[in-house]
């Protein structure tokens, strides 16, 4: 969702926030906090306000009607309690992306890291970088595999103990067979509108680790490709309670994740003028 913005803050920080090595260009590409922080600092207090995810959708946002009956059937729902932050789930990343339109209207879009209690959507947030409905299909139907080997497994008596090995096995190789499947359906793309499969543009000595492309930075970074917007900063803030390694504070800003997030952005951000 762009909401667009009246003024923009003076505020601005040439400080990059998202970037990665970028193979074809054979250099880093980056993008910088800008005048995101600004807006970013706006959003977790509005959040501080309010209690939960639930914004409301201010004027000037296309549908905007339709998004805040969105909002207000979901209203009350303790699912979106920022309470959920503070507790079990140890605080998540929230992100801010200042952009322009091809008309000249700059407004921002937000995110929030991987899924807000197991919820890949809430109105108001841009949407995960796969296709959610294909995603829910081929993870059910996978999950489904996986739980009839659970269910053979525990019903083998002890004394088979050769079949019991077989159907492990079995059971882990469908697991594994649906993580490649669930990782194909996440196509990235960049700015000179090339796509490819997020295992292609993978790039790092370290293997691909579980939520790759779920961060902030490439959900925004990819919503702004889907809907013709020019990225000019993006903002990367933790909320909630602070993680067990104390390396995430409540408030404070992080540029995108060596892991995870460094590795793809080389490549989506190409092209970006
Ligand atoms: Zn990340
Ligand atoms: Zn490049």
Redesign the pocket.
């Known amino acids: 969702m762009f909401i667009p913005l009246d003024t923009c803050t003076d505020e601005f920080s040439e400080e990059a926030a998202a970037f990665g090595f970028?193979t074809?260009?054979g250099?880093q590409?980056s993008l910088p906090y800008g005048a995101a922080k600004f807006y970013a600092r706006q959003l977790r207090q509005q959040l501080e306000d309010k209690g939960d995810m639930l914004l409301p959708i201010p004027d000037g946002v296309e549908n905007q009607q339709d998004i805040q009956k969105q909002i207000d059937a979901l209203e009350g729902n303790p699912r979106y309690s920022m309470e959920y932050l503070w507790g079990k789930a140890l605080g998540q990343m929230l992100g801010v992306m200042v952009c322009k339109k091809n008309d000249g209207t700059i407004g921002i879009v937000r995110a929030f890291s991987g899924q807000y209690d197991r919820l890949y959507q809430i109105p108001g947030w841009v949407p995960p970088v796969m296709d959610l409905a294909r995603y829910n299909a081929v993870n059910s139907a996978g999950n489904k595999i996986v739980n009839d080997y659970s269910d053979r497994i525990e019903a083998l008596a002890p004394s088979e103990q050769a079949m019991l090995q077989q159907l492990k096995r079995e059971r882990k190789a469908c697991s594994r067979s649906l993580m490649d499947e669930l990782y194909g359906l996440y196509i990235l793309g960049?700015f000179k509108g090339e796509q490819k499969p997020l295992k292609n543009v993978f790039y790092s000595q370290q293997g691909m680790r579980t939520g790759t492309a779920d961060c902030c930075a490439p959900k925004l970074i990819h919503y702004a490709q889907q809907n013709q917007l020019t990225p000019l900063g993006i903002a990367e803030f933790f909320y909630g309670a602070e993680n067990k390694s104390q390396t995430r504070q409540h408030g404070k800003f992080y540029e995108a994740c060596e892991e995870k997030c460094q590795p793809i952005l080389?490549?989506m951000?190409?092209?970006l003028p």
Do not use: D, E, I, S
């Open positions: 970028c074809a260009c250099k590409h960049n080389g490549f951000l190409c092209g």
